[in-house]
């Protein structure tokens, strides 16, 4: 079951040998850095890769598909599978990542696994932990107060809104952070 917890649970990933691609990614990652090679994840739309330093250059590997490595027409069949028969490869299409966006990355497949599963406490539980990671992004801040607030928690929904504020003040969202947070004072007293 792709939808199972345990594909982003890197204990479980090594015991088991498989899970999402992105925390088989770590794994590879940690195992590549360990052997002195040069490697970073690459965030391809829906599909974690790797990116591996070699004496010819770089090779992007699915390690989804057991460490297949993957040519210009693999990377269009995998985008045309995910984003539909019309897509094709563009500039700016694989971009390396750091290695926190690339935990952030596992962070949100959990995220959005536990919302699918109307697990709104875990969903929350694991934004919080991508605020740890990320605490500067506005809009995670906006997210985890709008979970806070449909589980009635509203004081700490009205802390999220309001630092999202504090890092981005203006835009749109911005804008319906405030309209979010004028309700939520209202709720307070």
């Not at 897509?87 to 700016?92: D, I, K």
């Not at 694989?94 to 990355?105: D, I, N, S």
């Amino acid at each position: 079951n792709y939808e199972d917890p345990d594909n982003a649970n890197l204990i479980r990933v090594v015991e088991r040998r498989r899970g999402l691609p992105v925390a088989l990614g770590i794994i590879w990652l940690h195992a590549a850095e360990a052997a002195g090679w040069a490697a970073h994840g690459v965030d391809f739309p829906g599909h974690f890769l790797l990116a591996v330093e070699g004496g010819r250059g770089q090779a992007l590997i699915d390690v989804f598909a057991g460490g297949t490595g993957l040519q210009a027409t693999d990377l269009r069949g995998l985008i045309k599978r995910i984003e539909g028969e019309k897509a094709e490869l563009r500039p700016g299409l694989v971009r390396l990542m750091e290695k926190r966006a690339v935990l952030l990355r596992l962070q949100n497949n959990l995220k959005l696994r536990r919302l699918r599963a109307q697990d709104l406490p875990g969903a929350l539980a694991a934004a919080e932990d991508m605020l740890r990671l990320a605490p500067g992004q506005a809009g995670l801040w906006r997210e985890t107060g709008l979970m806070n607030q449909r589980l009635d928690r509203i004081g700490a929904a009205l802390a999220c809104m309001e630092k999202s504020l504090e890092l981005d003040p203006t835009g749109p969202a911005a804008q319906r952070a405030r309209l979010v947070v004028e309700e939520l004072r209202h709720r307070l007293n």
